[in-house]
């Protein structure tokens, strides 16, 4: 089956980093567009961070542009989420998507992980 499988999640102190993975089986990345998107308890999941798979180029929510990291391995077939100056905002469930639209919108991503959870404690 094609799969986005994350990794990387956990309990980290404010002001902590982390590192997320988002592999891809059966499937290359090549031609994607990948989104990570968050989801906190009772909220909307909102997207934070794209990128085209092929030039490597990122795009990412205003709010975290300075904290996170969007990049990618070809080698590995993974793109990697890397986040800064962890604050308990920031927990929620990240998710990675793939698409073939550059966008922030949920609905234009069709293959999906299934989450990893990111709790800071403050």
């Known amino acids: 089956d094609v799969q986005l499988v994350e990794s990387g999640g956990g309990l980290v102190e404010a002001g902590g980093s982390l590192t997320l993975s988002c592999t891809a089986s059966v499937f290359t990345f090549d031609r994607y567009y990948i989104g990570w998107f968050r989801q906190a308890s009772g909220q909307r999941r909102e997207a934070v961070s794209q990128l085209s798979y092929l030039d490597g180029i990122t795009y990412y929510l205003d709010s975290v542009k300075d904290r996170f990291t969007m990049s990618r391995d070809s080698t590995r077939n993974t793109v990697y989420l890397q986040i800064f100056s962890l604050n308990p905002e920031d927990t929620a469930v990240y998710y990675c998507?793939?698409?073939?639209?550059?966008?922030?919108?949920?609905?234009?991503?069709?293959?999906w992980g299934q989450g990893t959870q990111v709790t800071v404690s403050s």
């Open positions: 998507a793939a698409g073939m639209v550059l966008t922030t919108r949920r609905d234009n991503y069709y293959l």
